[in-house]
């Protein structure tokens, strides 16, 4: 090995780039000619660690104190190659020194793991696996293969719909616009929770005694009913064996019934659609009723009122004694236009007596007195129509007429109420006759020729599955608990 240290290569920094560019360009501006192209400057020799460790010893100086030499310059005494920009001096770095290579310390690696042995927990986990997993799912297996009992299934679905007929009133624009086709979604949800409620499992239970049907098989347990059960039990047994698919958009109902015979279950679909039916007939008679209430009501009224105003009018002509007060006003009037009459024709025949009639004629007095009597009666008669005139009963004529024009009022407009009453009686009564409801079945009670119930290989894959599952969840939990021991 030579004992000049090895150097190595240094780049150099941008600032130190950047100074010898600004350098070469003053340079070539001093001498007039064109900055050359800017070339990647050369790089700086640098000691090694090695060389200067070796350095060091030849010397018998320390690692420690030995520090690097600065970049380097340019040198006055080397010729520079014609054309080229002259170097100027770069400023000095200061000193770096360099630290000792730290030791690597070497860690002891664990021994490979031996081979697998059986221990005790193994044998206590496949314990656990067969317990667990293996007898629960074989003991679902044997029960639903020979213990059991078939169930047979029956389909019925129905729909309720509304029958909207034309009346004749509708002619008069006294009726309303109305929908037909099907009925609102109400009416289907209502039915909807009547197949579900306790009233008709109650009523089925009188009508087919359900505890019978569903407790037949004797010698399985899980799937029948136990006949002392309560309503509750039994409701709750009901929606296990009652299947309903519905469709609130359509309005479609599908009702599947669970049995262990197949009469039974058919009886039991058939039932539950008249029900249903008995349901919806029901509520059709509570609309039409609601739908006639308040009309009939303001017909009772109307009656009540005219009957007041009938009354009121026959009070008066008993009282009065006249019928009509209208009609004896103008037998009045006849009277007091015959009395102006005669009144006239005393006047023409008293003047014709006073020209032919000497002085004291009797015959004159006599026309004078009866011109004097009919003068009176005449004022007599009108004073009858005249406020404080005494008339039939001893009222005068404009209170009785006023008051019997009060009366005949009340009494027309009680009549008008009457019949506008009975023409919405009729309106809403032929209303509530086109909003019949009744239900519609699209699928009749089935019977079924096989038993497709219970699923039983279904039942039993879903027993081993969730045994699985949960012995699975179990053995990590304790294997998680025992590795963080």
Same mark, same amino acid.
């Given at each position: 090995?030579?004992?000049?240290?090895?150097?190595?290569?240094?780049?150099?920094?941008?600032?130190?780039?950047?100074?010898?560019? *600004?350098?070469?360009?003053?340079?070539?501006?001093a001498q007039g000619v064109a900055p050359p192209a800017e070339a990647?400057?050369?790089?700086?020799?640098?000691?090694?660690?090695?060389?200067?460790?070796?350095?060091?010893?030849?010397?018998?100086?320390?690692?420690?104190?030995?520090?690097?030499?600065?970049?380097?310059? =340019?040198?006055?005494?080397?010729?520079?190659?014609?054309?080229?920009?002259?170097? &100027?001096?770069?400023?000095?770095?200061?000193?770096?020194?360099?630290?000792?290579?730290?030791?690597?310390?070497?860690?002891?690696?664990?021994?490979?793991?031996?081979?697998?042995?059986?221990?005790?927990?193994?044998?206590?986990?496949?314990?656990?696996?067969?317990?667990?997993?293996?007898?629960?799912?074989?003991?679902?297996?044997?029960?639903?293969?020979?213990?059991?009992?078939?169930?047979?299934?029956?389909?019925?679905?129905?729909?309720?719909?509304?029958?909207?007929? &034309?009346?004749?009133l509708d002619v008069m624009g006294t009726l309303s616009t109305l929908?037909?086709?099907?009925?609102?979604?109400?009416?289907?949800?209502?039915?909807?929770?009547?197949?579900?409620?306790?009233?008709?499992?109650?009523?089925?239970?009188?009508?087919?005694?359900?505890?019978?049907? #569903?407790?037949?098989?004797?010698?399985?347990?899980?799937?029948?009913?136990?006949?002392?059960?309560?309503?509750?039990?039994?409701?709750?047994?009901?929606?296990?064996?009652?299947?309903?698919?519905?469709?609130?958009?359509?309005?479609?109902?599908?009702?599947?019934? #669970? =049995?262990?015979?197949?009469?039974?279950?058919?009886?039991?679909?058939?039932?539950?659609?008249?029900?249903?039916?008995?349901? *919806?007939?029901?509520?059709?008679?509570?609309?039409?009723?609601?739908?006639?209430?308040?009309?009939?009501?303001?017909?009772?009224?109307?009656?009540?009122?005219?009957?007041?105003?009938?009354?009121?009018? +026959?009070?008066?002509?008993?009282? +009065?004694?006249?019928?009509?007060?209208?009609?004896?006003?103008?037998?009045?009037?006849?009277?007091?236009?015959?009395?102006?009459?005669?009144?006239?024709?005393?006047?023409?025949?008293?003047?014709?007596?006073?020209?032919?009639?000497?002085?004291?004629?009797?015959? $004159?007095?006599?026309?004078?007195?009866?011109?004097?009597? *009919?003068?009176?009666?005449?004022?007599?008669?009108?004073?009858?129509?005249?406020?404080?005139?005494?008339?039939?009963?001893?009222?005068? #004529? =404009?209170?009785?007429?006023?008051?019997?024009?009060?009366?005949?009022?009340?009494?027309?407009?009680?009549?008008?109420?009457?019949?506008?009453?009975?023409?919405?009686?009729? +309106?809403?009564?032929?209303?509530?006759?086109?909003?019949?409801?009744?239900?519609?079945?699209?699928?009749?009670?089935?019977?079924?020729?096989?038993?497709?119930?219970?699923?039983?290989?279904?039942?039993?894959?879903?027993?081993?599955?969730?045994?699985?599952?949960?012995?699975?969840? $179990?053995?990590?939990?304790?294997?998680?608990?025992?590795?963080?021991?």
């Amino acid at each position: 090995m030579s004992d000049t240290p090895s150097r190595v290569v240094r780049d150099l920094t941008p600032e130190e780039l950047r100074a010898q560019r *600004i350098a070469a360009r003053r340079a070539a501006q001093a001498q007039g000619v064109a900055p050359p192209a800017e070339a990647r400057p050369r790089p700086v020799p640098r000691e090694t660690p090695q060389a200067g460790q070796e350095a060091d010893a030849a010397a018998g100086e320390t690692p420690a104190a030995r520090v690097l030499p600065g970049p380097a310059v =340019a040198r006055p005494d080397r010729a520079e190659a014609p054309g080229r920009p002259e170097r &100027t001096e770069r400023p000095a770095q200061k000193p770096r020194t360099v630290e000792p290579t730290p030791e690597i310390k070497a860690f002891a690696m664990r021994p490979p793991a031996g081979p697998a042995v059986r221990r005790p927990r193994h044998k206590v986990l496949l314990a656990t696996l067969f317990a667990a997993v293996v007898l629960p799912t074989v003991l679902a297996g044997w029960y639903m293969f020979f213990v059991a009992a078939d169930q047979y299934h029956s389909v019925v679905g129905f729909t309720v719909r509304s029958e909207n007929a &034309t009346s004749s009133l509708d002619v008069m624009g006294t009726l309303s616009t109305l929908t037909g086709g099907a009925a609102s979604s109400s009416d289907t949800d209502v039915l909807n929770q009547f197949i579900r409620s306790q009233e008709l499992v109650s009523i089925i239970d009188r009508r087919l005694d359900l505890r019978a049907l #569903y407790s037949k098989p004797g010698n399985d347990p899980v799937f029948s009913f136990r006949r002392d059960g309560s309503i509750e039990d039994l409701l709750r047994y009901w929606e296990r064996m009652i299947s309903i698919s519905y469709d609130a958009r359509m309005g479609l109902i599908e009702v599947t019934a #669970y =049995a262990f015979d197949p009469d039974d279950a058919q009886a039991i679909s058939t039932a539950i659609l008249e029900e249903s039916a008995k349901m *919806i007939n029901a509520l059709a008679a509570v609309a039409r009723a609601d739908a006639t209430r308040y009309a009939e009501q303001e017909l009772a009224f109307a009656v009540e009122r005219l009957k007041a105003a009938r009354e009121a009018v +026959t009070e008066f002509r008993s009282r +009065t004694q006249l019928v009509d007060p209208n009609a004896d006003i103008q037998g009045q009037m006849g009277l007091l236009n015959n009395l102006q009459a005669e009144l006239a024709n005393q006047l023409i025949e008293y003047d014709l007596l006073r020209d032919t009639a000497r002085e004291g004629d009797p015959r $004159v007095e006599q026309a004078l007195r009866r011109i004097a009597v *009919i003068e009176a009666r005449i004022a007599e008669e009108r004073r009858k129509f005249s406020v404080g005139g005494i008339g039939p009963g001893g009222e005068d #004529y =404009a209170t009785l007429v006023a008051e019997f024009e009060r009366l005949t009022v009340d009494r027309e407009v009680a009549e008008e109420a009457y019949k506008s009453a009975l023409v919405a009686v009729d +309106t809403a009564r032929a209303e509530a006759q086109r909003q019949n409801r009744y239900l519609a079945a699209f699928i009749n009670p089935t019977r079924a020729e096989r038993s497709d119930y219970p699923s039983r290989l279904l039942i039993t894959f879903l027993t081993g599955l969730f045994s699985f599952i949960a012995w699975s969840l $179990v053995a990590l939990i304790y294997y998680s608990i025992r590795d963080r021991r």
